[in-house]
């Protein structure tokens, strides 16, 4: 299992620094593990945009489903 982010990561990290957006349109994260954060999504200083998606059983000791960092925007 990754540490985060078990389903997805989204991160604005990259090489420019700038903010990452995630788009996802009917959608299921489902059934995912991450030992630490975010099950089934991790959104560190980044954008995610969820229409008609669903985030269910998922698992992670902190942010089951999405885990979503200061700064993020869901």
Request: charged share 10%; proline share 0%; glycine share 18%.
């Amino acid at each position: 299992a990754a540490d985060r982010g078990g389903g997805i990561v989204n991160t604005g990290e990259g090489i420019l620094g700038t903010n990452a957006t995630l788009i996802l349109e009917a959608t299921r994260v489902h059934n995912n593990l991450a030992v630490a954060e975010g099950g089934g999504i991790y959104n560190q200083t980044a954008v995610a945009n969820l229409t008609s998606s669903l985030v269910r059983e998922n698992v992670a000791e902190n942010g089951g489903g999405i885990f979503n960092t200061a700064g993020s925007t869901l």
